[in-house]
């Protein structure tokens, strides 16, 4: 832990985050340039890996781009310091979603 983070200040950002999970993926957390965003990652991130690889998300947030990337072939490790959004992940609610890549709880979802 670097020394000017406290464990008091971890716990705080995991309380923020966990306080706006449940609509992050909503207008607030996914407005039309986090969408620009996220397509030209996932753009680079085709390029990068061909279907097939194992990858980890750390700091995963709800999942989004861990299920995009399992529903593209890849065997994905995803993770978020919060529990509520990777609560909210669609592979810790809906195991089935993608056959038997998505799995999970807590704070870690294998996808």
Do not use: K
């Not at 995963?60 to 990777?86: E, I």
């Not at 609560?87 to 809906?94: E, K, L, M």
């Amino acid at each position: 832990m670097p020394p000017d983070c406290t464990p008091a200040q971890l716990h705080a950002t995991r309380a923020a985050f966990d306080s706006v999970a449940a609509d992050y993926d909503g207008p607030r957390g996914n407005n039309a340039l986090i969408q620009d965003m996220r397509a030209e990652m996932w753009r680079w991130l085709d390029r990068a890996f061909v279907p097939g690889y194992r990858l980890l998300d750390l700091g995963c947030g709800t999942g989004l781009d861990a299920v995009r990337m399992a529903h593209r072939g890849h065997r994905v490790v995803a993770t978020d310091w919060s529990t509520s959004s990777s609560d909210s992940t669609p592979g810790a609610q809906a195991p089935s979603m993608a056959g038997t890549r998505i799995s999970g709880r807590s704070t870690a979802c294998r996808i």
